[in-house]
């Protein structure tokens, strides 16, 4: 896959509500955007009153119209696979989204749509995907204070997603290949220009890292469908109140567009870089502890993977860093990307790579063993 050859639908509330109205037979009666990367997303509120025969009763929370940009929703078997992974998580008790059929019973469609900076160019094959999912209400733990519990809860519900995926079964899911994999961090090469000396060398040590550490040991790693994208920003608290104390607890996970099958440690290293990214008052590393404290309460990783941990870490924060320096210079009035800061990201990676690994293991375990969720 080649992030050059991207790109991102231009569609205007105006578009998405004749979307609505034309594909899913529901009229709009209230419409905002959402922030997304390289997508569009919509939350949805329509009329009780629809012509949708494949919809028993409207949601009365609401939808999220996704309009998937031109690369992925170009991957065969995209929106297939991960419908089908998320009703089996359905079906498992957790609570994702659920994909909406059109007038025609699909849960996806592909059209011609306006392009950002190609308004003019619609060529055949330049199709973005669409598709509906129900609203999930509640808000995502980057939107609130971080607490020991909260990040725990977090590594827990990575696990329970390891856990009741692993007895699925998807060839094309397992075919398929993700830009953002952990496979894919030396293209990071590519999206360098303009960067200083320093972060080049920063990028470097990670893809020697990689090369040195990663590469050789792949075989050996676990391996199994992951989320890929299992951020902060992808997971959904919901607020509890109990003798006048407000407390939130995970509850919900969003966006599976960048699902795939790979390691295991590279959704945990994921997730971790983001506690660590966001820890929001709590001391960086501890916050990626907790996490992984929450995931190794219900699952294990070898004493490999776990030496690993930090270098995964190492990648993600690379790669976020590269890409948003990138995207800011392709797409600077993209909302997404403006609420991140490429200081702050560059900041972490310098850090987390001028750390010793086995302080950091050491560290981890003893929060692993010494602490109890609430």
Known sequence: MDLRKLLKPNVTEENAIDLIRSMYGLEVIQIRRMSSFNDQNFFIKVSKVHQNPFIDQASENSYTLKIINTLKSSLDGHFESLHSAMRHLINRGLCVPVPVMDLEGKTFNLKLLPLLNKEKELPENEKCGIHLLTYLPGVTI???????????????????????????????????????SLENVSAVKGFTEGLVEEKLNLVQRVLDKYSRKIAVNYESISKGFLHGDFHNHNILVQKHTSNEETVYHVDGILDFEDSYHGPYIWDVGLMMAHAFLEPNGIPPIHAAGYTLAGYLSLRTLTDLEMSLLKICMECRLCMAAVYCHHGIQSDPNNAYISNFSPDTRWDCLRELLNSRNEDLLKQWTMISKEYSPK
Not at 151 to 171: N, R, S, T, V
Request: a positive charge; proline letters at 3%; glycine letters at 2%.
């Open 142 to 180: 980057a939107e609130i204070s971080l607490t020991k519990n909260v990040l725990y809860e977090w590594g827990l519900l990575l696990a329970k997603f390891h856990q009741e995926m692993q007895d699925y079964d998807c060839p094309i899911l397992k075919r398929k290949k993700i830009f953002y």
